[in-house]
C-alpha cells in the first residue's frame, strides 16, 4: 500500500508562520505531483499547492499565492507547504495527496488522487 503522512502544523497566530510536511512511499512519491488540500469545518476539501515530480513546477490558489510555498526537499525525500502571513481563513485540517497518474500539472479535484495521507490540523488565531 502506497501511504502518505503529514507532520507539523499545529497552532499559529495571525500573520505568522507554520509548515507541514509530507512523506510517502515510493517509488509515487518520488514520481508524482505532490498536492496539498485544505478542509475547513463545514467546507469541502479545497485544492491549496502542489509541486512536480521533480520539484521544478508549483501551482497554487488565488488565496494562497504570495504567502504560500510548496517545495520538494529531493536530498530528505520531503515535501513542505510553508505558510506565510498566516489568516484566520487558513485555518483547516491539511492533507497531502498523489496519484501515479499525475506527475507534472495538479487537478483541483480531490477525486483525482488516489492517496491521500490522513492530514495535519492547522490553526490560526489572533
Known amino acids: 500500500q502506497v501511504q502518505l503522512t503529514e507532520s507539523g502544523g499545529g497552532g499559529g497566530q495571525v500573520g505568522g508562520s507554520l509548515s507541514v510536511s509530507c512523506i510517502g512511499s515510493?517509488?509515487?512519491?518520488?514520481?508524482?505531483?505532490i498536492v496539498w488540500f485544505s478542509k475547513a469545518p463545514g467546507k469541502d476539501r479545497e485544492f491549496v499547492g502542489a509541486v512536480s515530480w521533480n520539484g521544478e513546477n508549483t501551482w497554487y490558489r488565488d488565496s494562497v499565492k504570495g504567502r504560500f510555498t510548496v517545495v520538494r526537499d529531493k536530498a530528505k525525500n520531503m515535501v513542505t507547504l510553508q505558510m506565510n502571513s498566516l489568516k484566520l481563513e487558513d485555518t483547516a485540517v491539511y492533507y497531502c495527496?498523489?496519484?501515479?497518474?499525475?506527475?507534472?500539472?495538479?487537478?483541483?479535484?480531490?477525486?483525482?488522487?488516489?492517496?491521500w495521507g490522513r492530514g495535519t490540523q492547522v490553526t490560526v488565531s489572533s
Open positions: 515510493e517509488p509515487v512519491f518520488s514520481n508524482s505531483a
Open positions: 495527496a498523489a496519484d501515479p497518474a499525475i506527475a507534472m500539472t495538479p487537478l483541483t479535484s480531490p477525486a483525482a488522487y488516489r492517496y
